[in-house]
């Protein structure tokens, strides 16, 4: 079946403009994730919805992160006012419950100017 | 603050031979993950390890967990090129935190 697909795969802008990222999990899974890997380093969470809801939000780094999940299925994170250290590869994982196994997407790479 | 190290964070090895790796986690959880990645690519998952003394193989590689002792160790058996990969441990605290709290990773390459 089909896996966490994310698009886009790359994006580059420039410093201070706005970008949102999309993520599609698996059908049927109704937990969904955040993280943002560095280069060299492990992912990092930055949020986790149940649902339609953000039911932990705390590992977004400050308020130019947000992240929605209108209908429970499809997440788009969005990041305002860029800035050069928002650069990494942004993961999505989903899962079919809160304690299951997360399966990954295949990240976008996003490259702040 | 949960906290997991990985070591070795680098390793290079010849086919044929045996290795360890080991992930440490500072505080309680309810399961661990292994997962692999391979350059440019996402996470694959390996192994998720539920309880104390959990041991999972699949082909040459094999996990355990001591919760007791707060480890779990990835162990790679007559390596093959074909596993040359970054390995991470991953760890759920549960209680009310909701991501997986990963290792740096340990990058494996296996010359032949």
């Known amino acids: 079946g089909a896996g966490v697909s994310q698009t886009p795969s790359n994006k580059v802008t420039e410093k201070g403009k706005y970008v949102e990222l999309r993520c599609d999990p698996i059908s049927g899974h109704t937990a969904l994730y955040w993280y943002r890997q560095s280069l060299g380093q492990g992912p990092e969470f930055l949020i986790y919805?149940?649902?339609?809801?953000?039911?932990?939000d705390s590992g977004l780094p400050n308020d130019r992160f947000f992240a929605v999940r209108p209908e429970g299925s499809v997440s788009t994170l969005k990041i305002q006012r860029t800035e050069r250290g928002d650069s990494a590869v942004y993961l999505c994982?989903?899962?079919?419950?809160?304690?299951?196994?997360?399966?990954f997407g295949p990240g976008t790479r996003l490259t702040v100017l | 603050e949960l906290k997991v190290e990985q070591n070795p964070l680098f390793l290079s090895m010849q086919e044929g031979k045996n290795y360890t790796i080991y992930c440490n986690y500072s505080?309680?959880?309810?399961?661990l993950y292994w997962y692999r990645q391979d350059p440019g690519k996402s996470l694959e998952s390996l192994f998720v390890?539920?309880?104390?003394?959990a041991v999972k193989q699949e082909g040459r590689l094999m996990a355990s967990l001591d919760t007791k002792a707060r480890l779990s160790t990835l162990h790679i058996t007559a390596a093959v090129h074909d596993l040359s990969a970054t390995y991470f441990c991953a760890v759920d605290a549960g209680g009310g935190a909701d991501g997986l709290t990963f290792g740096k990773g340990t990058h494996l390459i296996i010359q032949p």
């Open positions: 994982a989903s899962s079919l419950v809160r304690s299951g196994t997360q399966y």
């Open positions: 505080t309680t959880s309810d399961r």
């Open positions: 390890l539920l309880s104390n003394g």
């Open positions: 919805f149940q649902g339609t809801g953000a039911a932990d």
